[in-house]
């Protein structure tokens, strides 16, 4: 599958790698799981409602959600700090 990164998810992703390995290897783990099993697996996967109908959500850890959405072959990553 493409990953997709949307300009403020790709930052997150970098002030990841700067701050906190052990999430940044986390993130890695559930992305390569929705590759694998698109809206199932790791993270407790989540449709998304109201404003971000279509949005998928997996717990990061307990502050932080990693929040994608699958079109075709293509993951979208909007987001990976903080909740939604």
């Known amino acids: 599958m493409i990953l997709?990164?949307?300009e403020n998810a790709w930052e997150d992703y970098l002030y990841w790698q700067q701050q906190d390995r052990k999430i940044l290897k986390r993130i890695n783990r559930l992305i390569e799981d929705?590759?694998?099993h698109r809206n199932e697996g790791i993270g407790k996967p989540e449709p998304l409602k109201s404003n971000l109908s279509g949005y998928w959500?997996?717990?990061i850890?307990?502050?932080h959600r990693l929040v994608y959405r699958i079109s075709g072959e293509k993951i979208l990553i909007a987001s990976c700090r903080y909740h939604f």
Request: proline share 0%.
């Open 4 to 6: 997709i990164w949307d």
């Open 34 to 36: 929705i590759s694998r």
């Open 57 to 59: 959500s997996r717990r």
């Open 61 to 63: 850890n307990h502050e």
